[in-house]
């Protein structure tokens, strides 16, 4: 059903015409095994496999389809209260869909772009942005492949909600896979642009469309930025990568660096803090610490100059905000990157690294005394390379996925540190994630990475058991659905 009364491109749908259904209807192969006494608080999650994407629930003591969607869509993704998903649909384009508790779900149709690639929101679901592939040249004409919508009305009700596009560009790099053009800081004050010539603008995080609070042009092309979680006065804290520069036999003739900066909440240049040169370095992950004083720069190569390793060189390096301190987390022989990540509520993170297997450490920033030691081994040696953090930074865990045998070890915080709670076997886990509440793991088998035996699992994190088990012909994207903050 089309409503006249709302702007041209918006499609107003009851949830029965998105078809809408209970397990009878579901898609689901009939395996299925829930434990209700630990299923009872579990949130919906999504499912999408090749023909369309189911809304389950699991807390009931058997899964139940309670929304499902039928068409081949090529990403989707709540919003980050959980109550709107983002839908790409090759025939139709951006679909937003408000799934309005106790009342009919509606539909919008934001953009019939067919090339849709990804999608993503800003941090508190005020944008959504959708990226595509750069078009074929030839024309001579430059047409935009990243496009960002706008909720003008979002603490309205959905029925009331009209979305704009705000602002559409071209950038040469969008369709790459996991890069996300726009970051906005985390309360959407800020907001980075990267641009395709390499440089950065720093935006008015609520007017996109407003000129550039300042500009960050740098004499190497900016590959990666990051801001931090907290400001500091009226400035925030931004980190750039630029990648190291290499002959025509693939020598590096110049290294690679990670630059800080201050930039302000209103109109001014940015103030640079320090920078830090990096051996090599040809794409990086840049994550700040909870109290935006050090950064982790993990810094890569497709391939490793020394011959130590299969999958490429790792240099992974702690920097203070300033770049006043710098710590090589990987100067020692056979120190290859596994895994890092930074608690969400403390300044310690969680280290994998060396060769299979492998070392599992936890590591603290002390940042008035600019100091970071080992503070914890968890496994002098193990199949391990991955980890995971839950929302609130006491509990995590440390796994072997990919070409490993699924092993997974759950811990939590406790007065002297962490101590390992539980273990549990995943086998040919391609995607896991901590539950809303922390106290389950999701893990995946998902195609086309492994194309037998798809499927999901919920894990107690406390005792390791099973909580919920599903097959799937074939499992594509599994998501759980966000618990919206009080």
């Not at 689901?28 to 919906?44: F, K, R």
Request: with cysteine.
């Amino acid at each position: 059903v089309c409503s006249s009364d709302l702007p041209a491109g918006l499609c107003v749908a009851s949830m029965g015409s998105l078809c809408a259904r209970r397990a009878a209807d579901a898609r689901v192969d009939a395996t299925s095994s829930l434990q209700q006494e630990d299923s009872q608080e579990l949130p919906l999650l999504f499912a999408r496999d090749g023909s369309g994407l189911q809304v389950i629930e699991l807390s009931s003591g058997q899964a139940a389809t309670t929304a499902a969607f039928d068409s081949a869509l090529r990403a989707s993704c709540w919003s980050p209260d959980g109550r709107r998903l983002a839908l790409l649909d090759p025939s139709e384009g951006l679909v937003v869909v408000d799934m309005v508790e106790g009342e009919d779900s509606v539909k919008r149709t934001l953009s019939t772009g067919g090339s849709l690639q990804q999608v993503h929101w800003s941090p508190l679901g005020t944008f959504i942005v959708a990226q595509a592939p750069p078009a074929p040249g030839g024309s001579g004409h430059v047409d935009p492949n990243v496009w960002v919508w706008k909720s003008t009305a979002v603490a309205a009700k959905a029925g009331d909600r009209q979305a704009s596009c705000e602002v559409s560009f071209e950038h040469p790099k969008a369709g790459e896979k996991g890069l996300a053009v726009c970051q906005w800081s985390h309360d959407e004050r800020l907001c980075c642009r990267l641009l395709g010539a390499g440089g950065v603008e720093i935006l008015d995080g609520s007017r996109l469309s407003a000129e550039p609070l300042c500009h960050l042009a740098l004499p190497k092309a900016i590959l990666t930025c990051k801001l931090a979680t907290e400001y500091f006065g009226s400035c925030a804290r931004l980190a750039v990568f630029m990648a190291d520069t290499r002959d025509s036999l693939q020598r590096v003739v110049a290294p690679a660096e990670v630059v800080t900066f201050e930039v302000a909440l209103t109109p001014g240049d940015p103030k640079p803090q320090g920078s830090v040169q990096v051996e090599f370095g040809q794409q990086a992950d840049l994550a700040w610490n909870s109290s935006g004083t050090a950064v982790l720069a993990h810094c890569q190569t497709d391939i490793d100059d020394s011959g130590q390793s299969y999958y490429g060189g790792s240099k992974l390096l702690l920097i203070s905000h300033d770049c006043s301190y710098k710590l090589d987390l990987t100067e020692a022989k056979d120190s290859f990157v596994q895994a890092v990540a930074w608690s969400p509520s403390r300044d310690e993170f969680i280290l994998v690294q060396g060769s299979q297997p492998a070392k599992v450490s936890c590591w603290t920033w002390d940042s008035n005394e600019k100091r970071c030691s080992l503070t914890a081994v968890l496994h002098q040696k193990a199949h391990r390379n991955t980890v995971c953090w839950d929302q609130s930074g006491s509990m995590a865990f440390v796994a072997g996925f990919g070409n490993l045998a699924g092993e997974v070890d759950f811990f939590g915080q406790t007065s002297q540190g962490l101590k390992r709670l539980a273990s549990a076997a995943a086998p040919c886990t391609v995607l896991a994630t901590w539950a809303p509440g922390g106290r389950h793991v999701l893990t995946a088998v998902l195609a086309p990475r492994m194309c037998v035996d798809n499927g999901l699992t919920v894990w107690s994190a406390f005792t390791g058991a099973k909580v919920a088990e599903m097959a799937f012909d074939q499992l594509l994207e599994v998501q759980w659905q966000p618990a919206p903050e009080i």
